[in-house]
DNA sequence: TATAGTCAGATTGTATACAAAAATCGTAGA
DNA sequence: TCTACGATTTTTGTATACAATCTGACTATA
């Protein structure tokens, strides 16, 4: 989805809903009422029932005919399946990362990786998430195929909020390097099956991380 | 994408654009003037504008803001990269449906397989099509994660037109029948990473068999 | 008390009207 | 003849009005 600079309301309008629901303001199973939303951001319905069409089409948010919208409830098992989703979709860039990345790609991506292992030294998990979005936002630019990139990076967007406080366990941090470590190995080897392997074993270890820690938060 | 029974013009129009775009009707590029559709299906514009914004995240339509839709036009690098994304998304699910598929649902597969022999000895290209639609749909199934399997589907509908004279190429039916039986072997054994190689082996030959069938049709 | 039916209120679906931007066409000038 | 500019026309974006459906509560009856 090429978000370009696109001033009509229905793509600010998406942006601001898909944020909200992202960041925990309109809580799941919440319903979105048109005029509510109109009203709340000072615009007429159309653009909010067009926006909102927009946001369900990532799966955010759901509408039923006749019946509204309401932002889309995900219970324990879908969680799982979008988690698996988005590891097999992860190891597929991988994949095609190994066999397609450029040269230059390759070498910033190994910059990249040995950058991140300071972080880990100095414990500063904050710094490594951040560049751990760039570490993955660079694999699935380098599997050189757009479609696949983008469902992969909008699974990731939307299960951002449930990955929070992933490098917040303890020993986390030294164990995704060593994991990053054995991607970034088989794809600048440019050994396909290999990085597959590695990075569904990554995110495998990334999901169970999760479920770990997922007593808490009730959906 | 559950299809319920929708009255809604918006979800009628937004099947009757689709297939209009996938039977040819509406060619590659051809711009989509919101009152003609308005007018051609005789509703107003604004079932017309939604309908046109749900077919575009599809990605059959293109919309440009302020400037309208069109068809989306793809060349030959798109359609490539099309078919790449789509047999990484199929092996995924051929290697979950190796791990989650139930007896039963391996058995079914098994039996559809064995019916498709025949089609082959019997060279009715027509009838293998149309089981190896349901062969693919099984194995979607069996991935037991509705959101890869609805990626995976919404691929191969959008692919679905490029891929129409895929058993036509002569001494295609029995490669493709054993491609399918070596999918079938990992996927009955529980074999994941064989399941998966072998669904991108056969998906690889499909891209270059319409490959070499493209320079007839341009984009 | 429980249940079915009906009616009022609220909400979505669709149509139309208006505003703003873009595309088109013609004309003037070099 | 070609280019550049400007007005007209067309098309999209947004707002509002109206129709259809759903929700929920209230009442009547068993």
Redesign the interface.
Known sequence: MAT?T???LT?QLAINIADAVLSGEFVSGQRLDEQMLAQRFNVSR?PV??AL??VA?S?LVEIR??RGAAVASIDKNDLE??F??MG??E??CA??AALSMTPIERRRLNALHEKMADYVTGDLPEAFAESNLDFHAQIYAGAH????AE?TAG?RRRLAPYRRAQFRTPGRLPHSHAEHGAVVAAILAGHA?EA??AMLHHMTLVESAFEEFSSASAA
Chains 1, 2 share one sequence.
């Open positions: 370009r696109d001033k009509t793509e159309t029932r067009e069409r927009h089409s799966g005919p006749r399946m979008l698996v989703a097999e979709l190891a597929a994949r095609l195929n757009r479609a696949l469902m699974l099956a597959h392997a």
